[in-house]
C-alpha cells in the first residue's frame, strides 16, 4: 500500500493523460539510402507504441473488453465400474484419490 500512496503524491491524472497523448503521437527515427547512397534518418509513426496507447485510453475510457475463455467439461457417468478401471489404470489418481480421503476424514473428525 506504501506504493500505491506514494505514486498518487508524484503521478498527478494530467501526468497520466499527458503520457497517455505523447504515446499516441509517438514517432520513432528509421534510417533509408538517399538518392546519393548515404543514410539519413527518417521520423515515421511509431505505430506498436500507438496502438498500445489506444488500447491504454480506450481501457480508461471504456474499460477492459471481456477476456475469452474456454472451459472444458467432461460428463461424469455415475458408474462405478467405469471409476474403478480408472483407478486402477492411474497410480495417481489412487493418490489423488487416497489424499481427498484422507483430507475429508480429518475434517470430518473435528465437524463432530
Not at 465400474?81 to 486402477?88: H, K, T, Y
Not at 489418481?93 to 480429518?106: F, Y
Amino acid at each position: 500500500m506504501e506504493v500505491i500512496g506514494r505514486l498518487a503524491e508524484l503521478v498527478t491524472a494530467d501526468d497520466i493523460a499527458v503520457a497517455i497523448h505523447g504515446a499516441l503521437k509517438a514517432t520513432t527515427i528509421t534510417w533509408e539510402t538517399g538518392a546519393d547512397g548515404k543514410k539519413v534518418p527518417v521520423t515515421v509513426p511509431d505505430h506498436r507504441l500507438r496502438l498500445e496507447g489506444g488500447k491504454l485510453a480506450l481501457s480508461y475510457f471504456v474499460g477492459n473488453p471481456i477476456q475469452r475463455q474456454e472451459i472444458v467439461t467432461q460428463e461424469v457417468k455415475n458408474n462405478g465400474d467405469e471409476a474403478m478401471a480408472r483407478l486402477m489404470a492411474s497410480p495417481a489418481a489412487r493418490a489423488e484419490l487416497q489424499r481427498m480421503l484422507d483430507e475429508a476424514g480429518k475434517s470430518a473428525a473435528i465437524d463432530v
